[in-house]
């Protein structure tokens, strides 16, 4: 059974930082692909970052501030946010994908974590 828990979620003013941490259990960080989505109140949920075997991928609006990395000896993603910004407000989900077959794929999810930048 997979199971991804986020933390580090939190209240941070503008320009702060974050780190967010997704525990995984069930399936390994270091050879499936690992990422970090998050939805705004009425918005769709959107790609923030990805990780597979240790090539990352970025939305455009994050790139040069959010770090995505894992610890394959704990089984944990990151996400490292600095310089945040307003519209960084949104409930952050891990993901992680498994491809059993070439025409099964399983996305699995945790159940978010509220990052909130205000002043």
């Known amino acids: 059974q997979v199971q991804l828990v986020e933390s580090g979620g939190g209240l941070v003013q503008p320009g702060g930082s974050l780190r967010l941490s997704c525990a995984a259990s069930g399936i390994s960080t270091s050879n499936n692909a690992m990422g970090w989505y998050r939805q705004a109140p009425g918005k769709e949920r959107e790609l923030v970052a990805t990780?597979?075997?240790?090539?990352?991928r970025y939305a455009d609006s994050v790139k040069g501030r959010f770090t995505i990395s894992t610890n394959n000896a704990v089984n944990t993603v990151y996400l490292q946010m600095n310089s945040l910004k307003l519209e960084d407000t949104a409930v952050y989900y891990c993901n992680a994908k498994r491809q059993p077959s070439t025409s099964v794929l399983l996305n699995y999810w945790g159940q978010g974590t509220q990052v909130t930048v205000s002043s």
């Open positions: 990780i597979t075997g240790g090539v990352t």
